[in-house]
C-alpha cells in the first residue's frame, strides 16, 4: 500500500506495514480524517475499488456499484477508508493479517483485517461476513464488538455469497455504542429497551463447549456470576442435543452450498484456487442433496425449538470461540458453536473480556430471539462492561 503526503492517511499507511488489514485505500481520500471511517471486506463491492476475494481469479474485478450495504453505512456518515483482507473467497486459506492484541497470533477469519482494523483503531466500523464464524470469531480474537443481525437485516446485494443458506453480511465496532450506530443506519432498526426486570439468561449447555480452554471458560462464567451478582438469574440449558446437531447441520449446509457457489471458478480456474479450497470443494462435492435436506430440517426444527426457549428466556450466553487466538498465521481458528448461531439465522453478538497475560482476550457470545436485533443490542451493552471486568486467569 502507497503512502500518502497527508499525515493521518500516512498513519494508517505505517500501521498497515506492521499489521496487513488493508488490500488498498479508497481513491481520494480526503486531507482531514473523517468523522467515521469504515472498513469494508473484499468480498463487499464498492464502486472505484476492485472486488478481488483474496483470490488471482477476481484480480482487478470492478463492480458496477457500491453494495447496499456500504451505501446504507456511507449515508449515515461512514467514509470508506478501503478494502479489508479477507481469507480466499471468504474460506479457510488465511491472508497475511495479524492480531493487534499479540501479532504472533492470529486475527480470525475470514473477515480478519475488518477485525483487525478496528481493533487497532485504523478505522471506526467495517462490515464482514459470516458463514460459519467468520464474524464473532475474530471480534473475539482481536477483543472488539461484533453483531451478526438476524438474517434479512442487512441485504446481500453486492456481497459475494458462499453459502446462500448461512450467508449474512455483520457489523464491527470497537464497543456495542459503535454497534448501536452502525445498526442504526439499515432500514430494520428497531429498538428496543430492556425490560424493568431481572432478566432471565440461559447459559449454553456445558457439555456443548466443554472442550473451550481455561481462559474461555473463566470468562463465559465469570460474566454468568457477574449477571447473578447484579440480580438476574442465569441457569444452565439441561439438553445439549439440540446444539450438537446443529453444529453438525452447518457443516453439512457449508459443504454442500460453497464448491456449487464456485462451480465456474472450478471448472474454468481450478489450478488458481489453492489447494486447501480445492481440496475441500472436491471432498464436499460427495455430500448428496438429500443430506444438505436433512440439515435444513435440522434448522427449522432448531428454530421451532428457539421458539419455546425464547419464549422463556431473554437471551442465551456462551463463548464466542473455542479459545484465545491460535498462534501463528497459518489457521484461522474453530468456528465451535458460532455453526449453531450461523445455520439458525439469529442474531447474535460477542464482547470481549479481559486480557490474558499474553495480551489476547476471551470474549462471550449472546443470542436472542430472531428480530430482536435492537434488544440484542442493548443486552450486549449491559453485559460488555460485566465482561470486561473478568480476568481470564
Known amino acids: 500500500m502507497a503512502d500518502r503526503d497527508t499525515d493521518w492517511i500516512g498513519q494508517i499507511g505505517q500501521q498497515d506495514r506492521a499489521l496487513r488489514a488493508l488490500v488498498r485505500l479508497a481513491p481520494d ?3 482531514a480524517r473523517p468523522a467515521v471511517t469504515l472498513g469494508v471486506k473484499d468480498i463487499i463491492d464498492v464502486e472505484g475499488l476492485p472486488t478481488e476475494c483474496a483470490s488471482p481469479i477476481c484480480e ?3 463492480p458496477a456499484r457500491t453494495a447496499a ?3 446504507f453505512l456511507e449515508r449515515a ?3 470508506v477508508l478501503g478494502k479489508t483482507v479477507t481469507t480466499e473467497f471468504a474460506t479457510t486459506k488465511p491472508g497475511p493479517t495479524r492480531n493487534p492484541l499479540n501479532p504472533a497470533h492470529s486475527p480470525g477469519g475470514s473477515s480478519s483485517g475488518s477485525a483487525a482494523g478496528v481493533a ?3 478505522f471506526d466500523w467495517a462490515l464482514g461476513t459470516q458463514t460459519a464464524g467468520s464474524v464473532i470469531r475474530p471480534a473475539a480474537f482481536c477483543g472488539i464488538a461484533g453483531f451478526l443481525p438476524s438474517a434479512g437485516y442487512i441485504p446481500r446485494e453486492g456481497v459475494r455469497i458462499m453459502s446462500p443458506t448461512l450467508d449474512r453480511v455483520g457489523v464491527l465496532a470497537r464497543d456495542m455504542a459503535g454497534i448501536e450506530a452502525m445498526l442504526k443506519a439499515f432500514p430494520a432498526w428497531r429498538p428496543e429497551p430492556l425490560p424493568d426486570r431481572p432478566l432471565k439468561i440461559a447459559l449454553l449447555p456445558l457439555p456443548v463447549w466443554d472442550t473451550a480452554d481455561a481462559a474461555t471458560r473463566a470468562t463465559v462464567l465469570g460474566t454468568a456470576e457477574a449477571l447473578r ?3 438476574h438469574t442465569v441457569g444452565e440449558l439441561p439438553d445439549p442435543a439440540p446444539f450438537l446437531e446443529m453444529m453438525d447441520a452447518q457443516k453439512t449446509v457449508m459443504g454442500y452450498e460453497i464448491p456449487r457457489a464456485l462451480s465456474r471458478e472450478l471448472a474454468e480456474h481450478r489450478d488458481l484456487l489453492s489447494d486447501e479450497l480445492r481440496d475441500f470443494c472436491d471432498a464436499s462435492m460427495a455430500i448428496p442433496q438429500e443430506a ?3 440439515a435444513l430440517e435440522t434448522a427449522d426444527r432448531f428454530r421451532l425449538y428457539c421458539g419455546a426457549l425464547f419464549a422463556g428466556h431473554d437471551a442465551v450466553i456462551g463463548p464466542a470461540a473455542a479459545a484465545l487466538a491460535p498462534e501463528g498465521l497459518g489457521w484461522t481458528g474453530d468456528p465451535f458453536v458460532n455453526r449453531i448461531w450461523s445455520l439458525s439465522k439469529l442474531p447474535a453478538a460477542c464482547v470481549p473480556g479481559g486480557a490474558a497475560a499474553n495480551g489476547l482476550k476471551a470474549s462471550v457470545q449472546i443470542n436472542a430471539a430472531a428480530g430482536r436485533d435492537g434488544f440484542l443490542c442493548a443486552l ?3 453485559i460488555e462492561p460485566l465482561a470486561a471486568a473478568v480476568a481470564p486467569g
Do not use: F, I, T, Y
Request: proline share 4%.
Open 77 to 79: 456518515g461512514a467514509r
Open 229 to 231: 451478582a447484579a440480580g
Open 69 to 71: 450495504c456500504v451505501a
Open 120 to 122: 487497532a483503531g485504523m
Open 380 to 382: 450486549a451493552a449491559r
Open 29 to 31: 481520500l480526503p486531507a
Open 60 to 62: 482487478g474485478r470492478m
Open 292 to 294: 444438505h435436506a436433512a
